[in-house]
């Protein structure tokens, strides 16, 4: 299902493991901003039949959020300040102006971040297995719903115009390849 042109560099799941405190903080951002960037794209004119899927789309991440804010809360964490993504900014920066061009950069974007979180929960979930059942099991009930996110964001585009964003997808995917091989020394998901 997920095509991406690069794998996720080996020092990342080291880091992430060795800072889960600081990634859960980093999580639950992601996922709050994932749910006002589901009701951003309802900006669009070309997505204004799919409002309702997704406003269903931000009720589900706002969900996560919460699911998040209760680990935290569990584990003795504070909620603390969010550090931007180098990778999610360099994406972003990408998309190009104009109501259509605009909108299928994002919808394409949005699906990368959504595409990237459930490679790397499926990761964690595997690898947090022997040292912390709670979180891997955690990580391993977010992968579904974030999969389907990556493939309702990718669909949505093809629907407004299949043949650009098979070229933006081209495109896009050679920038995730450039920007995931960028050194991030903080204890970030993206
Ligand atoms: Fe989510
Ligand atoms: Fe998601």
């Not at 080996?10 to 994932?34: C, G, I, S």
């Not at 931007?84 to 190009?96: A, F, N, Q």
């Not at 585009?157 to 020394?185: C, G, H, Q, S, W």
Request: proline content about 6%; hydrophobic content about 40%; aromatic content about 8%.
């Amino acid at each position: 299902m997920l095509l991406f042109r690069e794998k996720v560099p080996a020092d990342w799941l080291p880091k992430v493991q060795a800072n889960l405190p600081a990634v859960l903080v980093d999580h639950a951002h992601l996922e709050r901003k994932a749910a006002t960037t589901a009701l951003n794209l309802e900006k669009y004119r070309d997505l204004y039949d799919r409002v309702g899927e997704l406003n269903a789309i931000a009720i589900e991440e706002l969900q996560h959020f919460q699911l998040l804010l209760g680990l935290l809360k569990k584990r003795g964490i504070p909620f603390g300040q969010p550090y931007p993504s180098p990778w999610i900014t360099g994406l972003m920066r990408s998309i190009r102006n104009g109501q259509r061009h605009q909108a299928i950069d994002h919808l394409i974007c949005c699906a990368f971040i959504e595409g990237r979180s459930c490679e790397k929960f499926q990761f964690l979930a595997e690898a947090l297995k022997p040292t912390d059942a709670e979180l891997a099991q955690f990580y391993g009930s977010l992968v579904e719903s974030e999969g389907n996110h990556y493939a309702t964001y990718l669909l949505m585009a093809r629907a407004v115009d299949e043949a650009e964003t098979t070229r933006r997808m081209d495109f896009y995917l050679d920038l995730d390849a450039k920007l995931i091989r960028e050194p991030n020394p903080l204890p970030m998901l993206h």
